[in-house]
């Protein structure tokens, strides 16, 4: 860790990506989007910066976390608490967003009419949990990691992690010796391009900025405040609370240490794309082992989506109040389970947490021109949305981290706030 409070302000990366993100704003609304030609490309590179690190990254770090791991008692421990933290908190964050529709019922009174209707994005999204599980399963893991197919990139980097760690003395130190000197030169890499955060975050929130539709904002604004109420309540409320009783964990410290992480999320909207600022940020400023990090965030980045699951929730009950139809408490229910399974289900990416939300839909029966045009209302306005719940799903990951390294006996996590 590197704490380095001689810093000047102006030098330290949080204050510089704090003022890029106001001058983007500035620059994105001047001259009703003018000069996003010429700054556009910016934000383009460093998101592709980024992807570009994803696969080197999980594989790496997921290899030589495992393999470090060892004996499959203390794998099978790790993946245990895990899961049942990603459950945890996905259950909550669904149960958050069902209670914000039912106390403030946006669905009354919303005009979708005049929110125009846009065309929904082409992402591939599984249809069933079984598939889910199927697809996990790569055919090929070359093109697995070529196709961004995380899941099974996961799970090929697991297994082989786990039997690097069962080999004989000799070829498991060199192997890993390989694979953690490979490891180090790709967070190397990783840090470089976190230079460039300010200059990445100033050109997508003059993007974000320069293409907001303002109209449909009026039209949709209860819903708006619906779907923001829930993800701050999460936020700010339920995942600050797991940290504390799960974690002994200060909260206003985990926020601190988090901020490169939460900006980057907040301004790609691509959980994935934020994922080696989320590594590098866990392990060096929260102060996570790899061992820990590698295994809770990669997983995160893909499956536990607590923005996405509150949206989900949210969403559908919001256009079911709107086209007038009261859902029973069993299909309340129903929608609870499935947005959870629809949060894992979504890809890391900008809007997918939008198109996956047919998923949900159908299992309530709710289909039909209506509800199409309802779903192209809210696509209309979804970037700002996309940006908040992408935040909260990388800030949940990161609390997960947190408290699983806590409980595996790491005593430095979060000790204090690390600056630079
Ligand atoms: N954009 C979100 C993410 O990458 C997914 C979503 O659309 O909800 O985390």
């Given at each position: 860790m590197h704490n380095n409070p001689a810093l000047p302000w102006y030098r330290k990366l949080h204050i510089q990506v704090f003022i890029a993100m106001l001058l983007g704003a500035f620059v994105g609304k001047l001259g009703d989007g003018a000069v996003l030609p010429y700054i556009d490309w910016i934000g383009t590179i460093f998101v592709r910066l980024l992807r570009m690190m994803i696969v080197p990254l999980v594989f790496a770090s997921i290899v030589s976390g495992v393999a470090s791991v060892g004996g499959g008692r203390t794998l099978g421990r790790l993946f245990s608490k895990t899961l049942g933290y990603y459950v945890l908190s996905s259950t909550l964050a669904v149960l958050v967003g069902l209670v914000v529709v039912n106390v403030l019922k946006p669905g009354l009174g919303a005009d979708f009419g005049a929110a125009a209707s846009q065309t929904l994005p082409e992402l591939s999204t599984p249809s069933s949990p079984l598939d889910l599980l199927i697809d996990m399963v790569p055919l090929n893991v070359v093109s697995a990691a070529a196709n961004g197919d995380m899941l099974s990139l996961i799970l090929f980097s697991i297994l082989l992690?786990?039997?690097?760690?069962?080999?004989?003395?000799?070829?498991?130190?060199?192997?890993?010796?390989?694979?953690?000197?490979?490891?180090?030169?790709?967070?190397?890499?990783?840090?470089?391009?976190?230079?460039?955060?300010?200059?990445?975050?100033?050109?997508?929130?003059?993007?974000?900025?320069?293409?907001?539709?303002?109209?449909?904002?009026?039209?949709?604004?209860?819903?708006?405040?619906?779907?923001?109420t829930g993800l701050t309540l999460h936020l700010f409320l339920v995942l600050p609370l797991l940290l504390m009783l799960l974690g002994k964990i200060k909260p206003s410290i985990h926020f601190r240490n988090m901020l490169d992480p939460l900006i980057t999320a907040f301004s790609s909207s691509s959980s994935a794309a934020t994922l080696p600022v989320t590594m590098r940020t866990v392990e060096e400023k929260v102060g996570v082992s790899n061992k820990v990090s590698s295994f809770v965030l990669p997983m995160g980045a893909t499956v536990n989506m607590d923005g996405t699951a509150l949206y989900e929730?949210?969403?559908?009950?919001?256009?079911?109040?709107?086209?007038?139809?009261?859902?029973?408490?069993?299909?309340?229910?129903?929608?609870?389970?499935?947005?959870?399974?629809?949060?894992?289900?979504?890809?890391?990416?900008?809007?997918?947490?939008?198109?996956?939300?047919?998923?949900?839909?159908?299992?309530?029966?709710?289909?039909?021109?209506?509800?199409?045009?309802?779903?192209?209302?809210?696509?209309?306005?979804?970037r700002p949305l996309d940006m908040y719940r992408t935040s909260v799903n990388v800030f949940s990951d990161s609390c997960g981290a947190a408290i699983i390294a806590r409980s595996e006996g790491e005593t430095n996590v979060d000790a204090e706030v690390v600056s630079g």
């Amino acid at each position: 860790m590197h704490n380095n409070p001689a810093l000047p302000w102006y030098r330290k990366l949080h204050i510089q990506v704090f003022i890029a993100m106001l001058l983007g704003a500035f620059v994105g609304k001047l001259g009703d989007g003018a000069v996003l030609p010429y700054i556009d490309w910016i934000g383009t590179i460093f998101v592709r910066l980024l992807r570009m690190m994803i696969v080197p990254l999980v594989f790496a770090s997921i290899v030589s976390g495992v393999a470090s791991v060892g004996g499959g008692r203390t794998l099978g421990r790790l993946f245990s608490k895990t899961l049942g933290y990603y459950v945890l908190s996905s259950t909550l964050a669904v149960l958050v967003g069902l209670v914000v529709v039912n106390v403030l019922k946006p669905g009354l009174g919303a005009d979708f009419g005049a929110a125009a209707s846009q065309t929904l994005p082409e992402l591939s999204t599984p249809s069933s949990p079984l598939d889910l599980l199927i697809d996990m399963v790569p055919l090929n893991v070359v093109s697995a990691a070529a196709n961004g197919d995380m899941l099974s990139l996961i799970l090929f980097s697991i297994l082989l992690g786990a039997s690097i760690a069962v080999l004989p003395e000799k070829p498991r130190s060199t192997l890993m010796g390989v694979v953690d000197a490979f490891f180090q030169a790709v967070m190397k890499m990783t840090s470089w391009i976190i230079m460039i955060l300010p200059l990445g975050v100033f050109s997508l929130i003059a993007r974000a900025v320069g293409t907001l539709g303002f109209e449909e904002f009026k039209a949709l604004g209860m819903y708006m405040v619906t779907i923001a109420t829930g993800l701050t309540l999460h936020l700010f409320l339920v995942l600050p609370l797991l940290l504390m009783l799960l974690g002994k964990i200060k909260p206003s410290i985990h926020f601190r240490n988090m901020l490169d992480p939460l900006i980057t999320a907040f301004s790609s909207s691509s959980s994935a794309a934020t994922l080696p600022v989320t590594m590098r940020t866990v392990e060096e400023k929260v102060g996570v082992s790899n061992k820990v990090s590698s295994f809770v965030l990669p997983m995160g980045a893909t499956v536990n989506m607590d923005g996405t699951a509150l949206y989900e929730c949210a969403g559908v009950l919001f256009i079911a109040q709107g086209l007038g139809i009261e859902l029973t408490l069993l299909q309340q229910g129903t929608v609870v389970l499935t947005a959870i399974l629809a949060s894992i289900g979504a890809a890391a990416v900008p809007s997918a947490g939008l198109v996956i939300i047919f998923l949900v839909l159908e299992s309530v029966n709710l289909r039909g021109p209506q509800v199409d045009l309802m779903v192209g209302a809210m696509l209309a306005i979804d970037r700002p949305l996309d940006m908040y719940r992408t935040s909260v799903n990388v800030f949940s990951d990161s609390c997960g981290a947190a408290i699983i390294a806590r409980s595996e006996g790491e005593t430095n996590v979060d000790a204090e706030v690390v600056s630079g």
